[in-house]
């Protein structure tokens, strides 16, 4: 039952691969959601979505990429250096509370899938031994 499994927060910069990341760990058994606090001005935000009941867990993973990462994972979007200085902004209080973070620009994403198993299998995070139902996507297009 995922209403007693941890809470797995994606949350990171636009492209940086958090849908992706959320449909691995959710086909691992995590509970893993995606937060797309990268368009809001709250600082919090992913405090404030899909908090947990009593006496269970949140881990927060921080996705970057930089600015020519974004433009080779989303060519369709006019990515601006300005608007990439906003997001890292809006950002920063999730990237500081993050339990990991992973620049995933030089990174496919398995690799990124990887290492966030490595992470919670070495912290004993909960999951469950069969994949969990889908969740919206974050963003674009993903190929």
């Excluded at 849908?19 to 797309?36: F, H, I, K, N, Q």
């Excluded at 368009?39 to 269970?56: A, C, I, K, M």
């Excluded at 398995?110 to 070495?122: G, K, N, P, S, T």
Aim: overall charge neutral; aromatic content about 8%.
């Amino acid at each position: 039952m995922t209403n007693q499994l941890p809470v797995i927060k994606i949350v990171g910069m636009s492209a940086s691969g958090k849908s992706t990341l959320v449909e691995g760990l959710r086909a691992a058994g995590y509970d893993a959601r995606p937060v797309s606090q990268e368009h809001s001005n709250v600082p919090d935000l992913w405090r404030q979505f899909d908090t947990p009941g009593y006496g269970e867990s949140v881990w927060l993973i921080y996705l970057d990429v930089s600015l020519d990462g974004q433009h080779t994972r989303r060519p369709d979007v006019s990515w601006s250096a300005k608007w990439w200085r906003t997001e890292q902004t809006r950002l920063h209080h999730a990237r500081t509370h993050a339990d990991l973070r992973i620049d995933t620009t030089a990174m496919s994403p398995q690799q990124v899938l990887d290492l966030a198993l490595l992470f919670l299998q070495r912290h004993d995070v909960d999951y469950v031994d069969h994949p969990l139902p889908p969740v919206a996507s974050t963003g674009g297009v993903r190929k």
